[in-house]
């Protein structure tokens, strides 16, 4: 990244304005979230980014991402695939991830193939553009929103030029030495590495779960699925996966909980299948996430059936919730339990197309295996035992394999934002920890509802 890319903060770009203007000019894609970062955010003093739009215009584009308190970045340029990136200090990315992507039949723009953004590591973030044809940044610029506003827009100006110019850019990005080191994360984040999913096969062992047909177990099933879905992932070598269970064995509630944290885990996902013998019509899968107060009475009695688990295999004590009253651990929960929402909606997308769904697919509950605050977690329910058509479903091969295909899909979207493609660029840490363009709902006590 040279000098003459890298402007002072404050410039304004008058001179690209005019281009800008320009009736050609399309405006690709505009998320906005609550534009009054909270106490906690600024307690918190990471920068929160609320919007990014994309303006394309015939000789150059311009990538803008409005935030509560101006960043300073660098920029530089990859080969193979081309692209420009931009590392800024930890930025908390309030944006939906799909504000970066082409939509079906809908390029991004000429320039501008996607771009995503997200941690890279302990106090650093990145901002990735993947380029359809040879740019070059021709200004790095932190703009004031208003004069004497705090906050502020980062402004990524590329320009298109021949491909000689971009190789030797890459060239020099090469050469130029590396940043200093950032400071540690003030909450001892992830160390960098790749993503780390738990899988979590509910029950086991003495506790067996839901049972259906003769020879159809819960715990038997939601293990034999987790491996296919483990071993499909670890071939794609983007994520490192963890088990809660090794086999048939009973691991508790707050073990498993334990498990996940202990390993760094940027998801979990913990997978059971139902069964409601009075009502042998109600089928199909169904995602749940954490709630202090379950949606629906349906959610309730799941939650409770599923917390029993510890006392199915005998054990006394609920797991100790891992709430901390802390400013930081608060907003780490409530980003956590957006990426949820988030990841459940992803799922469901990919299952319509893989399997059936419940009538109503996305619920919530307090679920105890889903209490970590640290990252994301769902419960997903593959169907219901008791339903024949289920039962055919979830004890088939077919199925199995379409099904698993679907959650390989829907992890893959919810790390997109955040994975590097290459390992020429760096690992990403591992927590998803930046929620999406969603409004976050207000810090509540976690209770003690559902068992
Ligand atoms: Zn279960």
Redesign the pocket.
């Known amino acids: 990244m040279r000098e003459a890319t890298r402007q002072a903060i404050g410039r304004t770009g008058a001179a690209l304005l005019g281009l800008l203007t320009l009736a050609s000019a399309v405006i690709l894609g505009f998320t906005q979230a609550d534009a009054a970062p909270s106490a906690e955010d600024q307690a918190a003093a990471i920068p929160v980014a609320v919007a990014a739009r994309l303006v394309e215009y015939d000789s150059g584009a311009r990538l803008t991402f409005d935030l509560s308190a101006p960043v300073e970045g660098r920029a530089f340029a990859l080969a193979d695939p081309d692209r420009i990136v931009v590392d800024v200090p930890e930025v908390n990315f309030q944006i939906d991830p799909a504000v970066g992507r082409p939509q079906p039949g809908r390029a991004l723009g000429g320039i501008v193939k996607s771009f995503r953004f997200g941690l890279l590591g302990p106090g650093k973030s990145r901002i990735v553009i993947d380029l359809n044809g040879p740019a070059r940044i021709e200004r790095l610029s932190t703009v004031a929103i208003a004069k004497g506003a705090q906050a502020a827009r980062l402004q990524i100006d590329l320009g298109r030029c021949e491909p000689a110019v971009f190789l030797q850019s890459v060239k020099e990005a090469e050469q130029a030495p590396p940043p200093a080191e950032t400071p540690a994360p003030i909450d001892g984040a992830a160390p960098s590495g790749p993503p780390v999913i738990v899988l979590d096969p ?2 086991g062992g003495v506790d067996g ?2 049972y259906g047909p003769p020879g159809v177990v ?1 715990k038997t099933l ?1 293990y034999d699925f987790s491996d296919e879905l483990r071993k499909k992932l670890e071939a794609e070598h983007r994520y490192k996966i963890v088990m809660t269970r090794k086999g048939d064995e009973f691991v508790s509630l707050g073990d498993r909980v334990r498990i996940a944290r202990d390993a760094n885990a940027a998801l979990l996902i913990s997978i ?3 069964s409601l013998p009075e009502t042998a019509d109600v089928s199909g899968a169904t995602v749940y996430t954490l709630a202090d107060r379950a949606s629906d009475a349906e959610a309730a009695r799941v939650a409770e ?2 917390n029993a ?1 510890d006392k199915a295999a005998g054990l006394q004590q609920a797991p100790d919730d891992p709430g901390v009253a802390d400013i930081l651990f608060d907003l780490k929960r409530r980003e956590s339990r957006v990426y949820a929402h988030m990841f459940s909606r992803g799922v469901i997308g990919e299952w319509r197309m893989a399997g059936r769904l419940n009538r109503n697919p996305e619920r919530s509950a307090g679920f105890m295996v889903l209490k970590a605050p640290d990252f994301p977690s769902v419960l997903l329910e593959l169907g219901y035992l008791s339903n024949p058509q289920d039962v055919k479903a979830l004890t088939s091969p077919e199925w199995r394999d379409k099904a698993t295909n679907a959650l390989v899909a829907a992890i893959d979207h919810l790390f997109a934002a955040q994975t590097a493609p290459d390992p020429k660029a760096q690992a990403v840490a591992g927590a998803p920890a930046q929620p999406a363009a969603v409004a976050l709902p207000a810090p509540q006590a976690d209770d003690k509802s559902g068992h």
Request: charged share 25%.
């Open positions: 509910g029950h779960g839901a819960e939601v059971h299948a139902d059936h599923e688990a």
